[in-house]
């Protein structure tokens, strides 16, 4: 079981300090945007936990975290609920089957299945005898997490990966409200200081648009940085940058999108209309209308009635889902505007311009 260690920071000095969470593995993206903050080593790094899975570089991601803070000792690595989870299946010989199921069905390319790939190991072999071959492999990896914070209290900054309780003694609150709570947006906290956390994607937070930007939310003193990388298509890897100078704080948002660039060819004019968005955890709907290229259909938690893309739609156990965020939106544009397409389906493109997420003809864009 990973420790819980909460830090505090205090710099009477000017300052730059660069905020980053839910990397997932995704290390090329996260070196991506270090070089779009223009980090370098007399800034202060804070990676705000669940930098393992839902990619496909977890090793080499640790491997680098542990890179940077040998070259800096202002570099801090936080644990998140990723981290304690993965950390308990490899180490607890009770989740010894569950391990297994987790690499099965959830965890694959994952930091488990790189250790059995590496190891070369028949998967159908006995739990417990695989558990201890991927507990030997990945122990330096084991041991260097063991070593991690759970917060970083930064001058008027608390950094903690999902929340605190309303309480002003947070730290002696449960582990689950620090690194799995669902609510704290909605809840609140109770300090004069910023909480800054991910766990849970910021376009979560709005009921009819798809938005992955930082939210910084003054009122609350709450800023949310998960930009959705390893767990939905439409993504981002998000960077707060905070500057101090003679005690004057800035505030700026960075982020990296992996998507291609194309260049929109015809003008089109979408009149405003109502838009509907399937978020978590309401993807069960009903298909009224099977179309050849949208079907319209019922979202069963809203009621709300309207198109989807047949390419995101699928049965479960005799039930239709939508298989991830989805926004029934139609792009207006310009000619000559630039479009980032996350992907092509027939005859249209689901893309983002201007941050508006939506869909356009493909005939209208070319790269």
């Given at each position: 079981?990973?420790?819980?260690?909460?830090?505090?920071?205090?710099?009477?000095?000017?300052?730059?300090?660069?905020?980053?969470?839910?990397?997932?593995?995704?290390?090329?993206?996260?070196?991506?945007?270090?070089?779009?903050?223009?980090?370098?080593?007399?800034?202060?790094?804070?990676?705000?936990?669940?930098?393992?899975?839902?990619?496909?570089?977890?090793?080499?991601?640790?491997?680098?975290?542990?890179?940077?803070?040998?070259?800096?000792?202002?570099?801090?690595?936080?644990?998140?609920?990723?981290?304690?989870?993965?950390?308990?299946?490899?180490?607890?010989?009770?989740?010894?089957?569950?391990?297994?199921?987790?690499?099965?069905?959830?965890?694959?390319?994952?930091m488990i299945d790189q250790a059995l790939t590496a190891l070369k190991l028949d998967r159908k072999a006995d739990p417990?005898?695989?558990?201890?071959?991927?507990?030997?492999?990945?122990?330096?990896?084991?041991?260097?997490?063991?070593?991690?914070?759970?917060?970083?209290?930064?001058?008027?900054?608390?950094?903690?990966?999902?929340?605190?309780?309303?309480?002003?003694?947070?730290?002696?609150?449960?582990?689950?409200?620090?690194?799995?709570?669902?609510?704290?947006?909605?809840?609140?906290?109770?300090?004069?200081?910023?909480?800054?956390?991910?766990?849970?994607?910021?376009?979560?937070?709005?009921?009819?648009?798809?938005?992955?930007?930082?939210?910084?939310?003054?009122?609350?003193?709450?800023?949310?940085?998960?930009?959705?990388?390893?767990?939905?298509?439409?993504?981002?890897?998000?960077?707060?940058?905070?500057?101090?100078?003679?005690?004057?704080?800035?505030?700026?948002?960075?982020?990296?999108?992996?998507?291609?660039?194309?260049?929109?060819?015809?003008?089109?004019?979408?009149?405003?209309?109502?838009?509907?968005?399937?978020?978590?955890?309401?993807?069960?709907?009903?298909i009224l209308k099977q179309g050849q290229e949208f079907s319209l259909c019922k979202q069963i938690d809203t009621q709300?009635?309207?198109?989807?893309?047949?390419?995101?739609?699928?049965?479960?156990?005799?039930?239709?889902?939508?298989?991830?965020?989805?926004?029934?939106?139609?792009?207006?544009?310009?000619?000559?505007?630039?479009?980032?397409?996350?992907?092509?389906?027939?005859?249209?493109?689901?893309?983002?311009?201007?941050?508006?997420?939506?869909?356009?003809?493909?005939?209208?864009?070319?790269?």
């Open positions: 079981m990973l420790k819980i260690n909460h830090i505090i920071k205090k710099v009477n000095q000017d300052y730059r300090l660069i905020a980053i969470s839910d990397i997932h593995s995704h290390l090329d993206r996260f070196k991506s945007l270090l070089e779009r903050v223009h980090y370098q080593k007399g800034d202060y790094l804070v990676i705000v936990g669940d930098f393992v899975e839902k990619g496909t570089q977890t090793l080499q991601t640790i491997r680098y975290l542990k890179q940077l803070q040998q070259e800096s000792n202002r570099v801090f690595v936080l644990l998140g609920n990723c981290e304690y989870a993965i950390e308990t299946l490899i180490n607890d010989q009770r989740y010894a089957s569950q391990m297994m199921h987790y690499v099965s069905h959830i965890g694959k390319s994952g417990h005898y695989l558990q201890k071959q991927v507990q030997t492999y990945l122990k330096p990896y084991l041991d260097y997490l063991h070593t991690l914070p759970l917060s970083l209290h930064f001058n008027e900054f608390l950094f903690i990966h999902a929340g605190i309780e309303k309480r002003t003694d947070w730290y002696n609150g449960s582990l689950s409200s620090m690194i799995e709570t669902k609510t704290f947006y909605q809840d609140g906290h109770c300090l004069n200081d910023y909480v800054v956390v991910g766990h849970l994607p910021t376009s979560n937070q709005y009921q009819n648009k798809i938005d992955n930007h930082i939210i910084i939310n003054n009122e609350k003193r709450i800023i949310c940085l998960d930009g959705g990388t390893g767990v939905k298509m439409i993504s981002q890897m998000n960077a707060l940058v905070v500057e101090s100078k003679n005690h004057k704080l800035t505030l700026k948002k960075e982020y990296v999108q992996p998507f291609p660039i194309y260049e929109v060819t015809h003008s089109v004019s979408i009149n405003s209309k109502h838009v509907h968005k399937i978020a978590w955890p309401h993807f069960e709907v009903e709300a009635i309207f198109p989807i893309k047949n390419e995101f739609l699928y049965y479960k156990n005799n039930k239709a889902y939508c298989l991830d965020d989805y926004i029934d939106c139609f792009l207006s544009v310009n000619k000559g505007d630039k479009i980032r397409i996350a992907g092509i389906y027939g005859h249209y493109a689901y893309g983002i311009c201007h941050n508006d997420v939506g869909w356009i003809p493909f005939e209208y864009i070319k790269k």
